[in-house]
């Protein structure tokens, strides 16, 4: 399998370690791992993004015009990194509703064969009381919608694996109920 | 202890630091700076994960780290030391004499390129630092080479006698892979310095001769570089191939996997340079003779193509085939890739770039998301108060985040480490000559005090310069991941060191008048302000300097639950944006529809200190 995900949101959003998520899943897969992270001054609020490759590559960065999947935490972080996919690839986006994506770029996405799913992460991980769970909630919805290849024991030993003790139990609840969220989109 | 076969995903830092510590190395030191700073933590994390006693310390900044580097390895023991590569500007004076007298135990210097740049006021290419010293350099392409690389560097160190430099851009460092972890080594080596006067404090007389022996030495380097297969060597080598690609570091694995996704291989042969300097000439002027053309794809600048003898067939940023700045980004190798494939009639590659989506995104106008202050930074209170008290004043300031209050426009210039004092007292200076008095207020970080503000301010309290300094004393280095300072006292493995308290230190650089305050406090901190300027105007008066004392909040979150104020904005808001525009805290919304100014409670972190943002006084506490 080669696989090449690209996670996009603001300072503060988790990315970094949605992307340490992904990369110990990789391993679990027995695949290599290879990825770029955004350090330094533009984490202070700035645009934050993680490029992960997995499987045979050589390189860390995606080109444009390659990637597979487009998790983005943020509604602006999108338009500016839909660039990266790939005719026929994924986008999971952390945003209220659909309606408030612009129309003209929905229609560009079609045309392009790229599956496009928005999912309130925010809002879902607001009520369970971490906002900063949003992240978890999206990668969760991801999973539940059956579109993505991963399953969902391998991401929750992954959860268990890299979260910190007081975040565990948290980090979990958001994954479950974005995984339903998924799963209802998948059965309608 | 690391099991055997082990792997785990590391930061290409990590896999430095790993290296470090894999190889034996015995000290270790640093001061922090992107793309370097996480070298430190995952050494200090191996060392107590294997249980070794390996000394590591954050200096005061990367001249003192590299001496002190330097001097461990004397003793004969192995020394690292690392920095990013503006850094390097610092301790070039040490890396020069250095390279003169040479070294015992195995010293690596890792400075890490920042091509972009995305976190660096330059984006210079420390191989060039190498060719300057004459120094060997290693480039990585991957973190896992990277790791392997300096195990040998630190072979190479101790064989020849001579600095070694490990040059990793940002996409090494900042990259991660599953990296194979291996063995410590164990080097049983007891400090043991060896007076030898005519090497170690050698006169100009002497030099001579060291500079003689170093040329030996580096030419030896280079023969060795010839032999070398592990780090220099040909993919592919195709017989009747007629165009080549000479690179090196981060450009050989995109240009790889380029090659690989576009079916490309069979097309083109490649050579890749992992010792650019000194450069095995016989192994590149060989791969040269047997194409018709050969690029040269390096980054950041043209090392590799200025040492090449025979330029005739050679292509690069010498005749305009490379852009001259900025990274070589998949994007920038494959379009390069494309165009010269074109031009030799190999192949005709179709630009993948979408013109339409891009037209699309450009026609929503996506505010740009720049960097700002954290919601709750203390930083953000001071640069608002200088703002108010004195307006018209030039604002000298340096690197840190504070170099951000760019954002709050109180912040004019930012040159280097240590300038904000510098140009402070330059200013004044140029003005005092025409008799002109001019308010100007310096800011600069507790740690970039610590760093560079010493000389710079005993400079200006000497030369009788009067303007007001403030000090942003959040009490660690924040920008680059939260290490401790002096002035907190703690030390790079956790351990506790003696405190440099700032304000004992600047009254040692002959300031009379300092006051601390907590810069949450606006109302207070603009009056001090203006006692400040009047103290710099009085007869008797001088420099003045105002520690604005508040922790970070980032790592000392608990601080915000002394006295949290929520606040809300009331009707009265009216849509001037006077606080977006001066006080920028990401906790505060425009909302274009209403006209008007709204709370995130995402970011905001009940500070409070934006009551004092509304000309209207439109932002209030809850419940008042």
Redesign the interface.
Known sequence: MKLQIILAGVGGQGILFSSKIFSELGLRLGLDIMGSETHGMSQRGGSVIAHLRLGKFQSPIIRTGTANILYSFEENETYRNLNFLRRGSLCFVNLESMDRFDKKILKYLKEREITFKVCDAGGAATKIGSVLAANIVLIGFSVGTGLVPFKYEDLKYVLQLVSRKKDLGINLKAFEIGFKEGKLLKNR | MAKEKE?R?L?GNAAIARGIIEAGCHVFTSYPG??S??IVPAAVQFKRELGLDTYIEWSTNEKVAFDNALAASLTGKRAAVAMKQVGLNVASDSLMSSAYTGVIGGLVLVSCDDPGP??SQTEQDSRFFAMFAKVPVYDP??PQEAKEMVKEAFELSETFQIPVILRPTI?VS?????VKLLPVKVLDRPANFKRDPERWAATPKYRFFLHKKLNETIKKIQERFENDTKWNYEVGKRRGVSFGIITCS?SF??L???L??LRLKKVVNVLKIGTPYPLPQKKVAEFIKRHKKVIVIEETDSVIESQIINKSKVLGRLTGHIPLQGEL???VI?NILAGVLKEHGITNLKK???T???R??E??N??V??????AGCPERGVFFAIKKALPKAIYPSDIG?Y??GLNLKAVDTVLDMGAGITFASGFYQAYFQDKNDIPIVATMGDSTFYHAGTASLINAVYNKTRFILVILDNEITA???MQPTPGLGIRADGSEGNKIPLKELIKGCGVKWIKTIDPYDVKNLIKLLKKAREYTQKSDGGIAVIIAKHPCIIPYPEVLKDNPVKVEITEDCNGCMYCIDFFEC?ALLRNEEENRVEIDR??CVDCGVCLNACPRGAIIPVGN
Do not use: W
């Not at chain 2, 998301?369 to 954290?374: A, D, E, S, V």
């Open positions: 792997t995903i930061l992107t793309p700073s996480e995305l976190s392409s991957t996409r900042h990259a991660k892979q599953n981060v694995v995109v790889l996997d380029i690989e996704e980004a998949p994007d494959y993948i770039i979408d339409k989506l891009k699309l995104v026609s929503l996506l505010n998301r720049k960097p700002t202050l954290c985040c170099t951000l920008m680059t991941g990401p995402m970011f």
